[in-house]
């Protein structure tokens, strides 16, 4: 059964910096790895995909990376801003889809 | 972009009652859908998995007799919540992937289920 785990589980930062999230899994076995971002009360909204055949995507400030091999991705957030205060899920696709708990990450003004 | 509608938003009832929320794929088919529920602080957690025209999929530990799942059409996933208690009170919300696994999943806005 997939195991999906996220490191840090909070995260608090200044306005400014850069900063990685790490989502890893134990299965390698994937069809696609998914970051989101929830919002207090609010539902996902999808940040990046990635498929297992790839080694990164990026969009805008955010960079998500995938090993496949190794079970690990990360998501590279530059120049962090208040905005970007969430809970950031990572999802794993194989046969159904697996999430972690989530690195809760707050941008000090 | 594709887009995925889930009602109600919010959801009050009494003990005993049922509820159901639905899911709707807007501008695509949808051949998979996904439920998850929420409790507070806690990951989202799968419930089961809907493929349009089967039954679906649940995993360990949920009543499928208690949380219904129907997926009548490519367009349309339903849970109810039969004989809701408090402590079903949870964030429910649903997602949705088109035509083959590589198929980005869309996630429907949620609903905030509170029994009383």
């Known amino acids: 059964k997939q195991e999906v785990t996220q490191i840090p589980a909070a995260l608090s930062v200044p306005e400014g910096e850069n900063l990685v999230l790490n989502c890893s899994f134990t299965?390698?076995?994937?069809?696609?790895l998914q970051w989101f971002r929830q919002d207090p009360g609010k539902g996902l909204t999808s940040l990046l995909l990635?498929?297992?055949?790839?080694r990164e995507q990026t969009s805008g400030r955010l960079n998500a990376s995938l090993d496949k091999s190794s079970g690990r991705s990360t998501l590279y957030i530059a120049a962090s801003q208040p905005g970007d205060s969430a809970t950031y899920l990572c999802?794993?696709?194989?046969?159904?889809?697996?999430f972690g708990a989530g690195t809760r990450l707050t941008v000090k003004p | 972009g594709a887009v995925v509608s889930q009602h109600p938003s919010w959801v009050i009832c009494k003990s005993g009652t049922s509820v159901k929320i639905e899911c709707r794929s807007l501008?695509?088919?949808?051949?998979?859908m996904f439920w998850y529920r929420q409790f507070p602080k806690q990951s989202l957690m799968l419930m089961a998995t809907?493929?349009?025209?089967?039954?679906?999929?649940?995993e360990q530990g949920v009543e499928k007799d208690k949380f219904l799942i129907n997926h009548a059409s490519l367009t349309l996933s339903t849970l109810t919540v039969t004989s809701a208690h408090p402590e079903d009170s949870s964030f429910y919300i649903c997602?949705?992937?088109?035509?083959?696994?590589?198929?980005?999943?869309?996630f429907g806005s949620g609903t905030q289920l509170s029994v009383l």
């Open positions: 809907s493929n349009e025209g089967s039954k679906a999929t649940y």
């Open positions: 997602s949705a992937s088109g035509v083959g696994r590589n198929e980005k999943l869309f």
């Open positions: 999802a794993v696709a194989s046969n159904d889809m697996r």
């Open positions: 501008d695509f088919q949808a051949t998979t």
């Open positions: 299965d390698s076995a994937i069809y696609n």
């Open positions: 990635i498929q297992s055949s790839q």
